[in-house]
């Protein structure tokens, strides 16, 4: 069992398999490999992901916006838009079709499920 370890989320996010042990990966959009369990992420963002929206099949998506303005839009769904402040937390259904419009550069906190992510091409960017 490894000690304690730092993580530099500049560089790295956290995978936790289905056991919850964690693992580091290479902090990008898409990880290379599936993860199990759940990611956890810090992303800095001052423009929009280049995707036209994401969806989680394997469950809830939770968002903590640290600092900064975006609204988190709903593309295909009936659900309304929310607008987020900073110190504001959402929680993302699953299975839901989203996307982040960056208002103010953003900071992040992200607790992701995987794996059944589905991420659109830009092109094919909706709005409800």
């Known amino acids: 069992m490894p000690g304690a370890r730092r993580v530099d989320t500049k560089t790295n996010i956290v995978g ?3 056991n919850l042990t964690a693992s580091l990966y290479v902090n990008e959009h898409d990880p290379g490999e599936p993860i199990e369990g759940m990611t956890f992420g810090v992303a800095i963002m001052s423009s929009n992901a280049p995707h036209g929206g994401e969806r989680h099949l394997g469950g809830d998506e ?10 988190l839009i709903f593309t295909d ?3 309304p838009d929310v607008s987020l402040n900073s110190g ?3 929680i993302v259904p699953r299975g839901l079709w989203h996307r982040v419009e960056i208002v ?6 992200y607790l992701t499920p995987g794996p059944g992510n589905e991420v659109r091409p830009l092109s094919q960017a909706t709005n409800h």
């Open 62 to 71: 939770m968002l903590y916006l640290v600092d900064g303005k975006a609204k």
């Open 104 to 109: 103010e550069p953003c900071h992040f906190v």
């Open 88 to 90: 504001d937390v959402v």
């Open 16 to 18: 936790f398999d289905s």
């Open 77 to 79: 769904d009936p659900e």
